[in-house]
């Protein structure tokens, strides 16, 4: 069965600097539409909780990306 892994990296553009990218088996979902939501909705939580002055500061940004699985079912 095809699943799709949310995958989210935090970026600062001001040090051309990106964290390393982060899943969790949360971020896994049936369809690529639904993954792709979610990235957004992740995405812009994420960023609702920093502060505007770090954000204005680094440039900071979440990219993601939606990894096609393969997963057996048991």
Same mark, same amino acid.
């Given at each position: 069965?095809?699943?799709?892994?949310?995958?989210?990296?935090?970026?600062?553009?001001?040090? =051309?600097?990106?964290l390393p990218p982060v899943s969790d088996t949360n971020f896994i979902y049936n369809s690529y539409k639904e993954c792709?939501? =979610?990235?957004?909705?992740?995405?812009? @939580?994420?960023?609702? +909780?920093? @502060? =505007? @002055?770090?954000?204005? $500061?680094?440039?900071?940004?979440?990219?993601?990306?939606? +990894? $096609?699985? $393969?997963?057996?079912?048991?």
């Amino acid at each position: 069965m095809i699943k799709f892994a949310l995958v989210l990296q935090i970026c600062h553009a001001a040090f =051309n600097v990106c964290l390393p990218p982060v899943s969790d088996t949360n971020f896994i979902y049936n369809s690529y539409k639904e993954c792709a939501i =979610n990235g957004y909705s992740k995405g812009y @939580d994420f960023m609702n +909780e920093l @502060d =505007n @002055d770090i954000i204005t $500061e680094a440039k900071t940004f979440v990219r993601f990306w939606c +990894e $096609e699985k $393969e997963y057996v079912q048991s």
